[in-house]
Each structure stands twice: as C-alpha cells, then as structure tokens.
C-alpha cells in the first residue's frame, strides 16, 4: 500500500496548457515537500509547505496544502518545455521522522 | 540549504566487485540518507548514515550488502557490495538539518550516482 498516492504518473501536454499533480493520503503529514528531478541529475527542492491550507507560489507554480494536511497540489500555468521532468511529492508524518514519497509524475510538455 | 556532491557521477561495473560512492556537504549537517532510485521509479529509502556509529537500515537492505560509513557531520561513504545486474540503479545522498536550520524536516539531494553493473 502506497502512503503517498500521486497521479497522474505520466502527463503529456502541449506548451501553454495548464495541469495540476495531486498528491494524496489518509495519514496527516507534518510537512510536505515537493521536488523537481531532471535525467541523470539528483531531485531539487521547490517548496515545503507545513500549515494546513497554505497555499505558495514560485513563478508559474502553485503548491497548496490540504486544510486536514493529508493531500497536496501542485498546479502549473502555462507549461513551457522547460518544466518537463518528474515531479515528487514527499511528506514526513511526524517530525523527525521518514521522508515518504510519492510514486512521481513523469511530465513531458511538448513544443 | 547545502551543497551536495557525489562521486562517481556514474560507473559502469563487472558482476561480483563493488562499488564505494562518496557524498560529501558543503556545511555540517545533522542527518544523512542514502537512497536507491531504480529507472523511472521514485526513490526508495536504504539507510540513515548515523555519525560515529552503525547506519539505520530499512527493511529489505542489509549491511552486508550495503555498508555504510559516517565518520563526520560532512561526509558518509555507501558502498553496494557483492553487485549483481538487479543493483543497477540511481544512488542518492540527502541530508537534513544544516547547522544553520536544525529544525527543519527539509531535505536536499545530491546529483547521484548511475551505477550499471554488466
């Protein structure tokens, strides 16, 4: 059983169009992270978030937090082929503890 | 947050040597992680390098296969023993809680390790 349930697992788009990767649980999280990997590199951090129903912005990317902190979103505007990559949600239950991942969502925007 | 290099970058070994991966850290960091991603997977847990004594395995990783070295707040050492084609994988370092930011549960990653073992 998967504690961290992502989807979709793959995402094809065209350039300009916009997509939103979900992240769910039953378990609440004290935080989540989500994280942006390129091939052949290691994943790179985009935010944290850590208050139910905080929402955070990074350009053309949009992160919210559940209100109960057991789901996320990540929603992106206007994909451009520079945001094609796999895209991890991780989330840590009880401070301290484990960083448990998402499955991953492969995102591929074409020109 | 830190810096995070790891060497080899890649390595292409034979079947039955092995393979010792270096992760080193710009700044002291209190936790230290090791990771397998296998292709196109997410990343899976193998072990907390523990500074001064013995790592802290997950289920399913073992230290004779896995041995883990921490001799400091900015440097752990894994090693993948014994290597067989399944072993193939993304190796990954992380770590948690700079110096400068202990509280935080945030972790970094290093660029990994692609090891192909033939």
């Known amino acids: 059983t998967q504690l961290l349930e992502q989807s979709p697992q793959f995402l094809s788009i065209q350039e300009g169009e916009n997509l939103t990767v979900y992240c769910n649980s039953s378990?609440?999280?004290?935080?989540l992270q989500w994280y942006r990997q390129e091939p052949g590199e290691g994943p790179v951090l985009l935010v944290t978030v850590v208050t139910g129903g905080e929402v955070k912005k990074l350009k053309r990317l949009t992160f919210q937090f559940g209100d109960a902190r057991k789901d996320s979103s990540l929603h992106i505007t206007a994909a451009q082929p520079g945001d094609t990559g796999l895209y991890l949600c991780a989330g840590v239950r009880n401070q301290g503890g484990k960083l448990i991942f998402g499955q991953g969502t492969e995102l591929s925007v074409k020109p | 947050s830190a810096v995070i290099s790891q060497k080899p970058s890649r390595d292409i070994c034979q079947r039955g040597t092995s393979l010792t991966i270096q992760c080193q850290v710009d700044?002291?960091?209190?936790?230290m992680f090791w990771y397998r991603q296998q292709p196109g997977q997410s990343l899976t847990l193998i072990a907390t390098a523990n500074q001064g004594s013995e790592a802290t395995y997950e289920s399913g990783f073992v230290i004779d296969k896995f041995p883990i070295s921490r001799p400091n707040l900015t440097f752990s050492t894994l090693t993948v023993s014994n290597l067989s084609p399944e072993d193939s994988s993304i190796y990954l370092c992380?770590?948690?809680?700079?110096?400068?930011?202990?509280?935080?549960?945030?972790?970094?990653f290093g660029p990994g390790t692609r090891l192909t073992v033939l």
């Open positions: 992380s770590v948690e809680r700079t110096l400068q930011d202990p509280s935080t549960d945030t972790q970094y």
């Open positions: 378990s609440v999280f004290s935080s």
């Open positions: 700044s002291q960091v209190t936790m």
